[in-house]
T-cell receptor, first 108, second 116 residues
Framework: RKEVEQDPGPFNVPEGATVAFNCTYS??????FFWYRQDCRKEPKLLMS???SGNEDGRFTAQLNRASQYISLLIRDSKLSDSATYLC?????????FGAGTRLTVKP | DVKVTQSSRYLVKRTGEKVFLECVQD?????MFWYRQDPGLGLRLIYF???????EKGDIPEGYSVSREKKERFSLILESASTNQTSMYLC???????????????FGPGTRLTVL
């Protein structure tokens, strides 16, 4: 079993749609959690951290469920510029484990 | 603003050549990392370093070595490049928060290496 698993997609949605990604992780000792965004042929960049209480940043909402060991990302009112690959990241001590990413394409 | 730079964006080498990939960060981060990224496999950790002259193997260290002589610089070395090392190589750095925890990682732009 992979340490961090994501549905690879692709998710193809129209502008304005709401889309949700889930991610599961295998190590219950994981300490912190992140969503990164990676544009085509670019490096990953931090989108947001994920806190136990859930957190929101504009149109983006992240949730963590430690009991079930999954993390989610919700994007409301999708924009064309949201098209990218979204990486789920789990911190295990001094290194991080990355999911393979979920590809999102937002269409006009 | 954190800046992580890598020596080359694109590199083409021949099988058997020795390859050096350099990474420099300007934020005085303790931790530095080398990953490779391949379609469908995501980022896989090759080596990381907590401090100068320290290094730890990641998940796929075979065929690679690293060097960290200065805090800001972390080099990845392919002693004898092979075609299965054709990949995107990403360097990252982060603060060490102590207690075995690391802060979020900042990535360089990547080096796309092709081994012929």
């Amino acid at each position: 079993r992979k340490e961090v698993e994501q549905d690879p997609g692709p998710f193809n949605v129209p502008e304005g749609a709401t889309v949700a990604f889930n991610c599961t992780y295998s190590n219950s000792a994981s300490q912190s959690f992140f969503w990164y965004r990676q544009d085509c042929r670019k490096e990953p960049k931090l989108l947001m951290s994920v806190y136990s209480s859930g957190n929101e940043d504009g149109r983006f909402t992240a949730q963590l469920n430690r009991a079930s060991q999954y993390i989610s990302l919700l994007i409301r009112d999708s924009k064309l510029s949201d098209s990218a690959t979204y990486l789920c990241v789990v911190n295990l001590g001094n290194d991080m484990r990355f999911g393979a990413g979920t590809r999102l394409t937002v269409k006009p | 603003d954190v800046k992580v730079t890598q020596s080359s964006r694109y590199l083409v080498k021949r099988t058997g050549e020795k390859v050096f990939l350099e990474c420099v960060q300007d934020m005085d981060h303790e931790n530095m990392f080398w990953y490779r990224q391949d379609p469908g496999l995501g980022l896989r950790l090759i080596y990381f370093s907590y401090d100068v002259k320290m290094k730890e193997k990641g998940d796929i260290p075979e065929g690679y070595s690293v060097s960290r002589e200065k805090k800001e610089r972390f080099s990845l070395i392919l002693e004898s490049a092979s075609t299965n090392q054709t990949s995107m190589y990403l360097c990252a750095s982060s603060y060490n928060l102590g207690g075995g925890r690391t802060d979020t990682q900042y990535f360089g732009p990547g080096t796309r290496l092709t081994v012929l």
